[in-house]
């Protein structure tokens, strides 16, 4: 029986796949929003971001946005963590990762030898960056809690030092997080049968896991 569940078992199975693209629609949300309410209070002086970049005509309304994407990407993205847990997926598909192995993917990237023959395995700089954006994602929340409850949450501001530094760290996890989309939305563009395989499921693995579901 665990053998043919097993077996039938898909490189991105469909809970993966709902959670992938619903957090990216909940991420671009909480970016372009986030851009809104920075821009009327900058952090960095130099730094104003467009109307075409940003999702409500004014603070206020990029504020709604914010708070209703956040329910989606918190939640999106404890269910992502529970599942990878659980299944031993995240275990699986982005540990361990090896210097040498790094050292030897950021070689080969940097002569633009990026080829991705086989979907299955995850090389060392992709798993780095899955796991990066992750604790990245982690922390927007963990930021966002404090910055946007700053009195019940006093203590999650304190890990901040002050309001302002709380502030600092969710603006720098969502620089973390664009950075991030940048290179990966371009490497699945680059290698569009990764693209595919994260629409449709890809292939099929035979390659048991011990808690596959
Ligand atoms: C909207 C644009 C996006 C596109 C086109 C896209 C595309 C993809 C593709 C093709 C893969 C599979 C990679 C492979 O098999 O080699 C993937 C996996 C992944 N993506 Fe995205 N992605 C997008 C947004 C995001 C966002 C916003 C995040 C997080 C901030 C994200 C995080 C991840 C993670 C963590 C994985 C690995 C998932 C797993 O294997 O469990 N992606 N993405």
Request: glycine share 8%.
């Amino acid at each position: 029986m665990s053998t043919t569940i097993a077996s039938a078992r898909r490189l991105h199975p469909w809970p993966v796949r709902v959670m992938h693209w619903t957090n990216a629609v909940a991420m671009i949300i909480m970016i372009g929003s986030g851009w809104g309410i920075y821009n009327d209070s900058v952090i960095f002086h130099f730094l104003h971001f467009p109307q075409w970049l940003r999702i409500g005509s004014w603070a206020a309304e990029s504020l709604l946005w914010h708070f209703a994407a956040m329910w989606l990407l918190a939640i999106n993205g404890l269910a992502y963590l529970t599942y990878g847990t659980l299944t031993g997926r995240l275990r699986e598909r982005m540990l361990p990762i090896r210097l040498s192995e790094l050292v030897h993917t950021v070689r080969d990237t940097l002569r633009f030898k990026i080829a991705h023959d086989d979907l299955t395995v995850y090389n060392a700089v992709q798993k780095l960056l899955y796991i990066v954006v992750i604790l990245a994602g982690i922390s927007q929340v963990i930021s966002g809690l404090a910055i946007w409850k700053p009195i019940q949450f006093s203590w999650l501001i304190s890990l901040f030092g002050e309001f302002q530094g709380g502030r600092l760290v969710h603006f720098l996890g969502m620089a973390v997080i664009v950075g991030f989309l940048a290179v990966h939305v371009a490497l699945s563009l680059l290698v569009p049968s990764t693209l595919w395989a994260m629409l449709t499921g890809g292939p099929r693995l035979d390659k048991p896991r011990s808690r596959a579901v």
